[in-house]
């Protein structure tokens, strides 16, 4: 080993996010070797700031840059109003970034509801739930899902070969100056959906961050601009049944996933610092686990990140895992809507709309 070899220049970003995210944009930057050329936030009148904090060129209109984006990676942090509003002018964006090879990475939803996904310029859909062009909506990559972590997919690998679980639970955290509660609310359902089908219904009870006594604040349509907790049963025709708990208002990233079935329990714990992995038998015993299929990741949620960044710039064979967006987003929207209307209620609803 060369300690004085020249380290690898950076590889120049494009970045977009909130004011509050700028510690968490530099940890990214920092365990990704990512230079930041040019910045954007959703923050009106902040832009310059931000992009002097970042000594980069400033940017207030994200579909423009992102159209004419010519670095290796765009990176949203936040995307703001980008995939929220009824505008083939986003879409029409990441196809045109992606077709000079950049990255795209999102800590946001994309699109933000149900509505702006069955418009054709997200993706070209043939009869309910089948996308035959995923257009837009495969050219994004949502950051830090559960099944980046190594020891979730080895667990959900696990018991491929088992009958189905009977319960899962999904215990999320996080900051709000990191990460935000649609992007986890969306991640824990295509970890929660990789091992039992769509629920035909969700009950879900919503808590904002800035809630008071007075005020009862509920969610819009949109996944996007939410911070807060969640907390969701899901019901399945199968008989099985999960609960989910996310929070972008819990002061750090962790990750808690439990899987109950007639393999026994398996249950992986992250908590920001160390990932476990505890498999136990329907009798009581310890079952050897799998040895791991990639590197475990140990670390904060910006280290979580940047693994995924370094892969998808660098290491783009051993690929990545996708959410399926079509699957996720009508469960997560009805997810919102039980929010409002304090009773359980079926995706089914959502997904009529796209077919």
Not at 274 to 288: D, H, R
Not at 306 to 316: F, G
């Amino acid at each position: 080993m060369d300690l004085f070899a020249t380290p690898p220049p950076a590889t120049p970003a494009l970045l977009w996010l909130r004011p509050e995210q700028v510690a968490f944009a530099r940890a990214i930057a920092a365990a990704a070797n990512l230079r930041y050329v040019g910045v954007g936030t959703p923050a009106k009148g902040r832009a310059d700031a931000l992009a002097s904090d970042f000594s980069a060129a400033a940017h207030t209109d994200l579909r423009a840059a992102m159209a004419a984006c010519d670095v290796p990676l765009f990176l949203m942090l936040d995307a703001g109003d980008f995939g929220a509003i009824a505008s083939d002018e986003d879409p029409r964006a990441i196809l045109a970034a992606a077709a000079r090879n950049v990255k795209i990475a999102t800590m946001s939803p994309l699109p933000a509801s149900v509505q702006l996904l069955a418009r054709g310029s997200w993706g070209a859909w043939q009869g309910q739930r089948t996308m035959v062009d995923t257009g837009a909506v495969d050219r994004i990559h949502l950051l830090a899902t559960p099944t980046a972590l190594a020891t979730v997919r080895d667990a959900i690998s696990a018991i491929e070969h088992d009958e189905p679980p009977r319960h899962v639970g999904l215990r999320i955290s996080a900051r709000a100056d990191e990460h935000n509660l649609g992007g986890l609310l969306l991640g824990a359902l295509d970890c929660i959906t990789r091992v039992l089908p769509s629920p035909e219904s969700i009950d879900c009870v919503y808590t904002s961050s800035q809630m008071t006594a007075a005020l009862h604040a509920l969610p819009g349509e949109s996944l996007h601009d939410i911070q807060g907790d969640a907390a969701c049963l899901l019901r399945f025709t199968t008989g099985a049944s999960a609960s989910i708990d996310v929070s972008s208002a819990a002061g750090g990233f962790s990750l808690e996933l439990t899987m109950l079935g007639a393999f026994g329990r398996i249950t992986v714990r992250h908590d920001g610092i160390s990932p476990s992995f505890l498999w136990l038998s329907a009798t009581g015993e310890e079952v050897e686990t799998p040895k791991p299929t990639a590197p475990v990741h140990a670390g904060t949620l910006a280290a979580l990140v940047a693994a995924e960044l370094t892969t998808l710039l660098h290491d783009e064979a051993r690929g990545l895992p996708q959410a399926d967006i079509a699957t996720v987003l009508p469960i997560a929207q009805a997810a919102l809507l039980s929010a409002r209307t304090s009773q359980p209620e079926s995706p089914d609803i959502f997904l009529r709309i796209l077919g």
